[in-house]
């Protein structure tokens, strides 16, 4: 089998994999449609429960400014930056680049070293150099959703006693930006600074929910901006918010508790047949090392790379829950 013949086939193997890749997300067809029979039975419905939700989602809708955008919905580029700013660090896309290019070069150098297979050593240094920095930026966004998520509920009743004591709102957000500390300070401070600099509280709040991306803040964010346009107990409000929120927190750790099992499974499953090349190259490297250089390997072990991708894919998909 040459050359030509082995770059065809493990081409074919990426065209299965984004085949299944938009089989499994689907497109947005189906989404918009969706959309659109919600907005016809809203419309026609008779049911209050109905109604209240409809009157809840214009609300929602009509309380974004005409020219809102979403932070990281422009470009690739633009994307990249909000996910670097969302980890807390002070990195920047120039500095990503390098770091992804840096791995790959590294990676490829070090397999073209012990394999002399250029295709190879190219195409894992690419995938290496692209997902690692991937991966650490996404473990760093989840650390500091979670940091953030644990305080969060403890800022808004810090809310709730400085409303009750007759403060304005925006004091209560001065003493909370102040007074607790990690993620929920800084970000909290950064909305204070940005009202003090003559913007609306709503405009602040919202820049800030959208760089974030957390659903915890944003019901924060709807639940004020609804508060302002209906009125109410704010204070009771608020509360109430928190106590949902402290819910919504055990639930996630009781799910987590739940399906560790599973995950500990497919961990194990998709790291034991690395380790298991790993120790057997170690061992005899002559026995296995036909999969650096024989056209007919190198197929097979990326088709096995591919069914097992595939499989710890499912598996995640299987453990994941959304609340």
């Excluded at 002399?116 to 966004?141: K, R, T």
């Excluded at 061992?283 to 190198?298: K, V």
């Amino acid at each position: 089998m040459d050359f030509t013949q082995t770059l065809l086939i493990t081409g074919g193997i990426f065209a299965v994999i984004l085949v299944g890749y938009f089989a499994f997300t689907g497109s947005g067809a189906s989404s918009a449609q969706k959309r659109r029979l919600d907005a016809l039975r809203y419309r026609h419905s008779e049911s209050t429960d109905t109604k209240v939700e409809s009157q809840l989602k214009k609300a929602i809708a009509a309380r974004k400014p005409k020219a809102h955008r979403i932070a990281g919905s422009g470009s690739r580029i633009e994307a990249l930056e909000v996910r670097l700013d969302r980890t807390g660090k002070p990195w920047t896309v120039t500095q990503y680049a390098y770091a992804s290019l840096g791995i790959a070069v590294v990676v490829a150098m070090a397999i073209f070293m012990q394999s002399g297979a250029f295709l190879l050593s190219a195409g894992v240094g690419l995938l290496i150099g692209a997902g690692v920095p991937h991966l650490v930026v996404g473990f760093l966004i989840g650390k500091r959703t979670n940091a953030f998520n644990d305080k969060f509920p403890d800022a808004i009743e810090l809310l709730v006693r400085g409303l009750r004591s007759g403060l304005p709102v925006t004091e209560t957000l001065s003493v909370v930006s102040t007074e607790v500390d990690g993620p929920v300070g800084l970000e909290f401070k950064g909305i204070v600074e940005r009202i003090k600099i003559g913007k609306t509280m709503e405009d602040s709040l919202q820049e800030t929910a959208d760089r974030l991306g957390i659903p915890e803040f944003n019901f924060f964010c709807i639940t004020l901006a609804i508060q302002r346009e209906t009125g109410g107990n704010l204070a009771e409000t608020l509360s109430n918010l928190a106590d949902v929120l402290r819910k919504r927190s055990q639930m996630k750790l009781k799910i987590k508790a739940m399906s560790s099992e599973s995950k500990a499974s497919a961990y194990i499953v998709g790291s034991l047949p690395f380790i298991v090349f790993g120790l057997i190259y170690m061992i005899n490297p002559s026995y296995i090392g036909g999969f650096f250089y024989e056209d007919r390997l190198i197929i097979a072990g990326l088709g096995g790379l591919v069914w097992m991708s595939i499989g710890v894919f499912i598996m995640a998909k299987m453990v994941n829950f959304e609340i």
